[in-house]
Nanobody, 123 residues
């Protein structure tokens, strides 16, 4: 089964930057959709940003102008990055990578979640 390998979380001061990355394990030729969600303590998980296989991008309102999602295609794999600038304490959360990948199942795809990486914005 495919797993999502995440990296890039950590502690950063307000106003700082972090870059998260997410790569599916195994051989991946294409994606339907990949993106990042986040969940702060006591709150529901929410979408941060996502990119489709066709290159369409969607941002949550709080991410517009500060966060940038990008996709890098390499031989037999895809990596999605989330560049986060001007971070605020309210951005503190566990960030989860999500992928919807073409797969030989009854529905033609699988949905996969990463284990999450903590982003802590604090002085």
């Amino acid at each position: 089964q495919v797993q999502l390998m995440e990296s890039g979380g950590g502690l950063v001061q307000p106003g700082g930057s972090l870059r998260l990355s997410c790569t599916p394990s195994g051989i991946i030729y294409s994606i339907n959709l990949m993106g990042w969600y986040r969940q702060a303590p006591g709150r529901q998980r929410e979408l941060v940003a996502a990119v489709t296989g066709g290159g369409n991008i969607h941002y949550a309102d709080f991410a517009k102008g500060r966060f940038t999602i990008s996709r890098e295609n390499a031989k037999n794999t895809v990596t999605v990055y989330l560049q986060m600038n001007s971070l605020k304490p309210e951005d503190t959360a566990v960030y989860y990578c999500h992928a919807n990948l073409p797969w030989p199942t009854d529905v033609g795809y699988i949905e996969v979640w990463g284990q999450g990486t903590l982003v802590n914005v604090s002085s």
